[in-house]
């Protein structure tokens, strides 16, 4: 049986810059299983933020196919897209994407289908912010807003968490806390996660590390 949640196969991603032609992937392959955690590195313009995109439905592979849960993402309608983006995948970003007039509980609520601001509350909670919930997110330390985002990318039961540089804005007691925040998602409650990231340490919480060059992955 298949078990695969992630499928690259010979994806290209290209790029019109005028009359250059840019292949940010060239012929990818990666398969990534249920419940897994990679960590994806390498040297800018390796393809690591393109492969992301892709992952997370935002970009369209130019050739190849991509598939989520055995869903081929080429075939379906651009609402379908939507909606397998809504229902399968939490983002979490590098400079936390929080609207700064908005709580922390309004923040992580933004994505719900329907408000329940109970589940909200409590994800909140998991995240080690009780008694946080009213606080606006300049009110909040790197670490906390990190938090808040790593909430808000769980509220609608993700089976996927894509995070691009998760903890390129900390320091490295807060980056490592996340990381393990992360770690836990994933061992416990068996979320599949895939970051980038240029930190070692960060990507060492991963179960597997896929280091890119020129669009493919050369390890």
Do not use: C
């Amino acid at each position: 049986m298949n078990n695969h949640i992630i499928e690259f196969k010979d994806v290209w991603k290209t790029y019109h810059m005028g009359d250059e032609k840019i292949n940010a992937l060239a012929g990818l392959n990666l398969n990534l299983n249920e419940g897994s955690f990679t960590a994806v590195m390498g040297p800018s313009g390796s393809g690591k933020s393109t492969l992301l995109h892709v992952a997370g439905i935002l970009d369209m592979p130019t050739e190849g196919v991509f598939k989520i849960n055995g869903k081929e993402t080429n075939m379906l309608t651009v609402k379908e897209q939507a909606q397998l983006r809504r229902n399968e995948i939490g983002f979490v970003f590098q400079r936390f994407n929080l609207m700064s007039q908005l709580s922390a509980l309004e923040n992580i609520m933004l994505p719900m289908i329907k408000e329940d601001h109970q589940r909200a509350g409590e994800i909140l909670n998991r995240m080690g912010l009780e008694g946080k919930h009213d606080k606006l997110p300049g009110q909040l330390s790197g670490g906390e807003q990190q938090r808040v985002a790593i909430a808000r990318a769980l509220i609608n039961d993700p089976s996927i968490i894509l995070a691009d540089e998760p903890t390129g804005e900390l320091d490295t007691k807060n980056a490592n806390a996340i990381m393990q925040v992360l770690q836990d998602l994933n061992r416990m409650e068996g979320v599949s996660i895939i970051i980038v990231t240029h930190n070692s340490v960060s990507a060492s919480f991963a179960d597997q590390i896929i280091q890119m060059s020129d669009g493919q992955i050369s390890n």
